[in-house]
């Protein structure tokens, strides 16, 4: 596995590629981080991950500071991957950032109502970094759903010759959905983080069977978590394809939510396909 820290040279090295597949990330791998290397190896004959924590991407008072940073352990973890893109900030942002991405309304609303400019900074990055690794594959999961919305309105509208790959998403044996930010979670924290997954379910299944009164297992959703200790921030009921409010007679659905144990915030989603 080779290793980049500066733009020119992984410029260099990847011409003699014939096909790449890339992976962006902030480093701390998990299980799901490397089960998206794999399907990235799927696709194509390189396989490029980036391990960059953007600044841009966190608001005032969020965890840039302490956002676990393990390259090592992060390398060791990243068998079949042929190269890694680990750049400095000031190889990334030379000088301050004031080209950014302008991105739909849907952006503001749901994660990003409750962390403003956060996919502006997102998609800036990505962009950035889209540019200079030139994949012909990206893959994203589908944890960070409204990220993988906005990448791929992003590609299809600037017309990039990317094709943008969902991985689902990985969980750990309770359920929880695996994210960097576990590691925040205090023992008696992280027994209880599983019940963010087990509302989700609940609504699905509710809705499988026939309830249609999408407010209502949206509140209830939101009341039991808040019963527990959580601090909601969301839990939505959305159009899985556009994001958008649900239609009468929409198939596909997603339920998404946000929401703080202690001092983590943690997110989540569940599809749903009603009539399969």
Known sequence: MEVFQSISALRVRLKREASIAFVPTMGNLHEGHLDLMRIAKTHAGCVVA?????????????????????????????????????????ELYPVPQEVTVDLPEIADELCGAHRPGHFRGMATIVLKLFNIVQPDFAVFGKKDYQQLHLVKKMVAQLDLPIAVIAGE??????????SSRNRYLLPEERAEAKHLHLSLEKIRQAVISGDMDFKSLESAAGAELESRGWRVDYVEIREAESLSKPAAGERKLVVLAAAWMGKTRLIDNVEICIGD
């Open 50 to 90: 980036s391990i960059f924590v953007n600044r841009l991407q966190f608001g005032v008072g969020e965890d840039f500071e302490r956002y676990p940073r393990t390259f090592s352990e992060d390398c060791a973890k990243l068998e079949g991957v042929d190269m890694v893109f680990a750049p400095l900030e000031s």
């Open 169 to 178: 998403t990985m969980r750990e044996s309770d359920g929880l959905a695996m």
